[in-house]
């Protein structure tokens, strides 16, 4: 059971813009500035999309923003494309020094 | 070019250890935390342990406390896991990274390890 909420699907068509949530509490995404967010194809290594909320890794695309507003944060893909069909998963530190994941949200591109 | 290449996965009875290794190469290895994460089959990802680029501190999920042990080799760019008293919720892929900051950065591949009987 992750202490952190994500849908567990969202859908778009190419072109489009979605958002995927990540839900948690002061003692997590609310309280610090250490959420990260994971692209992950089936049988492949994650790939780092996006780091301390709203920071871009070298080489991502910038179709690829974070933002985070309380205890939310949010990953939000602009001009979806068949590539970016994966699942993605938020990740916070939390105040024991450890990070939790959220449960993953399935992207679909229509 | 960063490399992470995980090994020691396999099947174990329940009950029983295992010891995953992570090779890494193409970074200062000395300089970075170092992460394992799991994905059992069909779930999502779920962070294991991780430790302090010296060894001095490591940080574990309350369910692995006291059966798993995070550790390191500097000398031989070498991340360990050691698993003991495995049950069958611990099978997963098992992933090593690594963090320049609170994330991570780059990943192994995954070694399975399956628990049964």
């Known amino acids: 059971q992750s202490a952190l909420t994500q849908p567990a699907s969202v859908s778009g068509s190419p072109g489009q813009s979605i958002t995927v949530s990540c839900t948690g509490t002061?003692?997590?995404?609310?309280?610090?500035?250490?959420v990260s967010w994971y692209q992950h194809h089936p049988g492949k290594a994650p790939k780092l999309m996006i780091y301390d909320v709203s920071y871009r890794p070298s080489g991502v695309s910038d179709r690829f923003s974070g933002s985070k507003s309380g205890n939310t944060a949010s990953l939000t893909i602009s001009g979806l494309q068949a590539e970016d069909e994966a699942d993605y998963y938020c990740?916070?530190?939390?105040?024991?020094?450890?990070?939790?994941f959220g449960p993953g949200t399935k992207v679909t591109v229509l | 070019e960063v490399q992470l290449v995980e090994s020691g996965g396999g099947l174990v009875q329940p009950g029983g250890s295992l010891r995953l290794s992570c090779a890494a190469s193409g970074f200062t290895f000395s300089t970075r935390w170092m992460t394992w994460v799991r994905q059992a089959p069909g779930k999502g990802l779920e962070w294991v342990a991780n430790i302090k680029p010296d060894g001095s501190d490591n940080y574990n999920l309350d369910s692995v406390k006291g059966r798993f042990t995070i550790s390191r080799d500097n000398a031989k760019n070498l991340l360990f896991l050691q698993m003991n008293s495995l049950r069958a919720e611990d099978t997963a892929v098992y992933y090593c990274?690594?963090?320049?900051?609170?994330?991570?950065?780059?990943w192994g591949q995954g070694a399975l390890v399956t628990v049964s009987s």
């Open positions: 990740c916070s530190y939390r105040s024991s020094g450890t990070y939790v």
């Open positions: 990274g690594t963090s320049g900051g609170r994330d991570i950065d780059y």
């Open positions: 002061s003692s997590d995404v609310g309280g610090y500035n250490y």
